[in-house]
């Protein structure tokens, strides 16, 4: 405190005109923002790349076309908007967009990539990852999806009605535990599998169908003879997530449907919901109406390489607890015998669906999308590093044990089921 | 008794016509009374030269009485000076003119001088406060400025000063500033008599202490410095007194004052002594050992030492339970950091850190900040500039017309600005909690340096987004780690940590468990109860009345009926400075 007045007070000036000078120079304002919810990248001509942005329309979305009337805004404002730029690299892309884009666009709220499964089959994914990695404004945790459809009709159609693509995707995603159709990957978990020895990516699959409900409608219409009325309703379509993108190395090398999808998030032990369905009894099979429903509760796995003889197998260890939910047949479900036997027919259940999901990816796709090979890395190093450059093939022939315990916990709160007395 | 000076006025106005001004005959000739003459002057023997003197000094003031008594069977003449204006007038007639003039001094006249006054002290005069002993002039002077009467007796070198006040003042009323649900509604008023006494009506303890002095060359201010002998450590006593004495100044009309002459750091903005109107605050301050300034002339008195979070506590957070009361402290504390901060933060986050607000509030927020013409910083100092001018225009206003800005203000600001576009709503929001927050903070003086810091602090979110308010809060912080209030750390029981001293400062522990008074304030006499005063249900160790041996109540008095209701002559009674009682004479 050696300062004299004075100087204490020059200093806080001097202080005060450096705060000017220095200050404010990545001043944004937010609504100079275009915030983006999607981004997609799709094949373009001559071996380019489309890249595709959804900028939010905030005035509408907030619902906020009554703040002042300013703007002026058309009834049928739409709450989003889709732009594209074709280029050889993202960013590249990025910067073209800013030619017409009048806000700087601003992808910290980006939510979900989106990319087709032409570009995932022809375009290293390391390639396209390279951005989204290296880049500040994308956090990790965004949706890696790839597209079954045409890209613009998984940005576009939806969105005519009150809730965008932008919001759509990523709120279906949150209720991905309720059916375990498809893995949940994010931007996050992408790159760590991608980046990690022994494991190979995948990603979520989405596309675009016709809304069932809507078809029944016009042909109830039709025959209706209120053809005249229907026939102007235009179909709406439904974006759908389900399924998965299996990448082997650094390419798409197909779908996984949606079984076999829960089959792959049954190794993982990511399943946290979902139903199966098993028949009451064995000799039966479940489309004779006599079949118990049940939901998933939560799995846990463990994956144990063993290598015993010079012989490398793979035991997987699968723990699931689940409840009765719904039961078709007059059976007494606090009789044990009965509860053992549904477990029985879940565990098997469970099997198949794992099966399938092992011979796709091991013999069809030859993709570790299960990371069994980084499983075998942390427990033999020595030898994964003999067996690393034929593990393709090794992998091909792996034998996978399984070893799965289901548990049923609650039977809802009846014990019989419903029946009619007469 | 105002009409009677102005009659007054009038009629001398009338008789001398040749016009106001110094053409009487005035032996200072106009100059102002040097207090060394004062200082130095005697009572003479005379008691012509000092009736000359005494004239000479106060005569041209219309509200100086001088009346000459001729006792019966005595040659003697005694003289009253007294200002009507602040004297009782009925007690001069009942208990001086009337004694004086009924007596019958048969036998006395042959008394030497000093007897003679003395019997007029002792066996005569029916007024309670007499200070006999007097020779000076300036102790003459000082007291008939305070309202006491000077008594003079021809032949005699001293003077009595008879304690008569009666000054239009007003009584005590209930608190204004710091209102309360549960607990006492009484404030101090602007006599520091009536406020030393409603001190010492809630403390009733010998330990008490209310010293007394005098400050301001012109206004005679009576000043005094209470404490609680025992608990108070004796530094901060000699601290607070030493601080005070160095005071010199032409007057003191306000505890504000002696604030900025006393606090240790002058160009600090955040209050280092504490003030209440409360006489229960001011006297759990002298219970956790802290110093009192009483200031007459002001309903405010003020306390050393405070810490930070002392100025978050109400007097309140004691009387009501004490799960409501933490809740409530807590809620202090987060609107102490909202008041402090949300403009600032609102600023940062929108014009740099986008990313960090939910994508959903994020949206909301462009929406309406759309067409909005300002830029966020200057949305945000033009709406605090604009509340700060309402609140101030709220305050200066008068009562009848305050409403009326009020309603113009909500009108303007909440929804002509938001509908014109001009500011977005969601500044509004900002703007409107920013200042309920700061109505949350109980002592006001802190309430202000936060709302004054908040205006550099949204500066430097402009500039430097959250990284600039960082700095400024560390800025800030660090200040506040090297300020003392007189000896005492500003973050106290935090910064020094004293963890005992936690129980009374983020949560307001049950009454039971506050066995230790402020560790950081008291060195010695740190218990303040019993060491174990939580209720049990009767027969689990004793019951209650049991756990504490010591008789409980012997400390109060059994005469407390006879302080009880009426305090009605508290103001009038009493000497004008406390120290001066003590010397008044027993009769």
Not at chain 2, 122 to 143: E, F, G, H, L
Not at chain 2, 333 to 351: H, N, Q, V
Not at chain 2, 382 to 408: D, K
Not at chain 2, 492 to 511: E, G, H, I, N, Q
Request: glycine letters at 8%; a neutral charge.
């Amino acid at each position: 405190m050696g300062l004299n007045f004075k100087k204490k007070v020059m200093l806080l000036l001097i202080i005060t005109w450096l705060l000017s000078l220095t200050g404010c120079w990545d001043h944004l304002e937010v609504e100079r923002l275009g915030i983006i919810g999607i981004i997609a990248l799709d094949q373009a001509p001559e071996g380019k790349l489309r890249v595709t942005v959804q900028i939010i329309n905030p005035k509408v979305l907030a619902g906020g076309g009554q703040v002042g009337g300013a703007g002026g805004m058309s009834a049928y404002a739409r709450p989003y908007r889709n732009v594209s730029a074709e280029g050889n690299t993202i960013m590249e892309c990025i910067r073209l967009l800013s030619l017409h884009a009048p806000y700087r666009l601003f992808f910290a709220h980006n939510q979900t990539i989106l990319i087709s499964e032409e570009l995932a089959r022809n375009r290293d994914i390391e390639k396209i990852v390279d951005f989204f990695d290296r880049n500040q404004q994308f956090r990790r945790n965004n949706y890696v999806l790839v597209s079954r459809s045409d890209i613009s009709s998984v940005m576009g159609l939806p969105g005519e009605t009150q809730v965008p693509a932008t919001q759509r995707i990523p709120s279906i995603i949150r209720q991905q535990y309720l059916s375990s159709f498809y893995p949940n990957v994010q931007l996050g978990d992408f790159l760590e599998n991608l980046e990690c020895d022994g494991r190979d990516v995948y990603a979520m699959g989405i596309q675009v169908e016709p809304n069932e409900a809507e078809v029944r409608e016009q042909l109830a219409g039709e025959s209706d003879g209120n053809a005249e009325e229907q026939r102007t309703k235009t179909i709406g379509m439904l974006v759908k997530v389900g399924g998965t993108a299996v990448f082997k190395g650094n390419r798409m090398a197909g779908w996984l449907n949606e079984r076999e999808s829960r089959g792959l998030l049954w190794v993982k032990g990511q399943v946290n919901g979902g139903v199966i369905t098993v028949p009451c009894f064995p000799e039966q099979t479940p489309g004779q109406n006599k079949s118990v429903s049940m939901e998933i509760l939560r799995n846990k796995s463990r994956i144990q390489p063993e290598f015993i003889d010079g012989e490398l197998s793979v035991i997987v260890k699968i723990d699931v607890v689940a409840t009765v939910q719904e039961v078709l047949c007059m059976v007494e479900l606090e009789q044990p015998a009965f509860i053992e036997s549904i477990e029985e027919a879940l565990a098997g259940a469970i099997q198949t669906e794992v099966e399938a999901a092992l011979a796709k990816a091991q013999h069809e796709y030859q993709s570790d999308i299960f990371g069994f090979g980084e499983v075998v890395h942390r427990k033999y190093p020595a030898i994964w590093k003999e067996l690393k450059p034929d593990w393709a093939e090794i992998y091909r022939n792996l034998p996978v044990y399984l070893e799965i315990d289901a548990r049923i916990r609650r039977t809802g709160l009846i014990t019989k089921p419903v029946e009619v007395h007469r | 008794m105002g009409t009677n000076i102005f009659s007054r006025l009038l009629k001398k106005r009338a008789a001398k016509k040749p016009g106001p001004g110094l053409d009487r005959q005035d032996p200072l000739k106009g100059k102002a009374v040097s207090s060394e003459d004062l200082k130095t002057r005697k009572i003479s023997r005379n008691l012509k030269e000092n009736k000359e003197y005494l004239v000479g000094i106060l005569g041209r003031n219309v509200d100086l009485v001088t009346r000459e008594i001729n006792p019966g069977g005595v040659n003697r003449t005694i003289w009253l000076v007294y200002l009507e204006t602040l004297a009782d007038n009925n007690g001069i007639s009942e208990s001086i003119l009337k004694p004086l003039m009924l007596e019958q001094f048969i036998g006395e006249i042959e008394r030497p001088d000093a007897d003679f006054i003395e019997l007029i002290e002792n066996s005569i005069i029916t007024a309670p406060q007499i200070r006999s002993k007097v020779y000076t002039m300036d102790d003459v002077t000082d007291a008939v400025m305070s309202g006491t009467v000077a008594l003079f007796v021809d032949g005699c070198t001293e003077a009595l000063l008879i304690s008569l006040k009666d000054w239009p003042q007003r009584g005590v009323e209930k608190a204004d500033i710091e209102v309360v649900v549960r607990g006492p509604k009484e404030s101090f008023a602007e006599t520091i008599d009536v406020n030393a006494a409603l001190v010492r009506r809630r403390l009733r303890s010998p330990n008490l202490v209310i010293e007394g002095l005098k400050l301001g060359r012109e206004t005679n201010t009576a000043v005094a410095i209470a404490y609680l002998k025992g608990v108070v450590s004796p530094g901060l006593v000699q601290e607070v007194k030493s601080r005070v004495d160095r005071i010199d100044i032409d007057g003191i009309l306000e505890s504000g004052y002696i604030e900025e002459l006393i606090q240790d750091d002058p160009y600090s903005p955040f209050p280092q002594l504490g003030y209440s109107e409360r006489p229960d605050r001011v006297v759990s301050t002298l219970l956790q050992g802290r110093v009192c300034i009483l200031i007459d002339g002001t309903p405010m008195v003020l306390y050393v030492p405070v810490a930070f979070t002392d100025m978050l506590q109400s007097p309140e957070d004691y009387y009501e339970r004490y799960h409501y009361s933490t809740a409530i402290r807590l809620l202090r504390f987060l609107g102490l950091i909202i008041s402090l901060l949300l403009p600032s933060f609102y600023i940062a986050i929108t014009t740099y850190h986008q990313e960090m607000i939910p994508t959903q509030l994020l949206i909301s927020i462009v929406a309406y900040r759309e067409g909005v013409p300002l830029p966020a910083v200057l949305e945000a100092l033009v709406m605090e500039m604009t509340f700060e001018a309402l609140r101030e225009a709220g305050i200066r206003l008068p009562r009848a017309v305050g409403q009326a800005v009020s309603i113009v203000g909500a009108l303007v600001i909440g929804q002509a600005a938001v509908q014109a576009g001009v500011v977005s709503p969601l500044m509004v929001i900002v703007v409107a909690l920013t200042g309920i927050a700061s109505f949350m903070i109980p002592a006001y003086n802190q309430a202000l340096s936060m709302r004054l810091i908040r205006f550099p602090l949204m500066l430097l979110a402009a500039t430097l987004g959250l990284f600039g308010v960082m700095t400024g809060l560390l800025a800030m912080l660090i200040h506040m780690a090297s300020l003392r209030s007189f000896g005492m750390p500003y973050l106290a029981p935090l910064a020094p940590l004293k963890v005992s001293d936690l129980k009374d400062t983020f949560v307001r522990v049950p009454w039971w468990a506050m066995h230790k008074r402020p560790t950081e304030l008291v060195k010695r006499n740190k218990q303040r109860m019993a060491p174990s005063l939580k209720p049990r249900p009767p027969g689990e160790g004793g019951s209650q009345s049991s756990v504490n041996p010591v008789k409980r109540n012997a400390g109060i008095p059994s005469s407390y009926r006879d302080y009880g209701g009426s305090g009605k002559d508290q103001g009038t009674g009493a000497g004008n400075s406390p120290s001066k009682r003590s010397g008044g004479g027993g009769t």
